[in-house]
C-alpha cells in the first residue's frame, strides 16, 4: 500500500484496525498483524519505516480499511522499528 509496488504475501506485513476500542472512540488503533489470521480488513504493506509513512501519507490505511476516524499507527510502527 505504501509504495505501491507489488510484492508477495510473505514480503509484506499485515495490518488491521483493533474495534470494540471504547477507551479511544474517536481514533481506530491500527495494529500489526503477523500471521495474517485477524479478522477484517487488512491492509498490506512493507515492514519497513518508509513505506508505513507513504501510506500514512497518503492516507492509504483510512481508505483500504474503510475507517471514517483517525488512525493510531503507534503499535505498527514500533512494531517495524523492532522487526
Ligand atoms: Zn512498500
Not at 5 to 21: F, I, K, M, P, Q
Not at 43 to 65: G, S, T, V, Y
Amino acid at each position: 500500500m505504501g509504495c505501491r509496488t507489488r510484492d508477495e504475501r510473505s514480503a509484506l506485513l499485515r495490518v488491521v484496525a483493533l474495534v470494540g476500542n471504547a477507551s479511544q472512540p474517536v481514533v481506530a488503533v491500527l495494529v500489526p498483524d503477523e500471521r495474517g489470521r485477524l479478522p477484517g480488513r487488512g491492509a498490506w504493506l512493507h515492514p519497513r519505516p518508509d513505506c508505513l509513512d507513504l501510506a500514512d501519507q497518503r492516507r492509504a490505511f483510512p481508505r483500504a480499511l474503510r475507517l471514517t476516524r483517525a488512525v493510531d499507527l503507534t503499535q505498527v510502527r514500533e512494531w517495524i522499528v523492532q522487526h
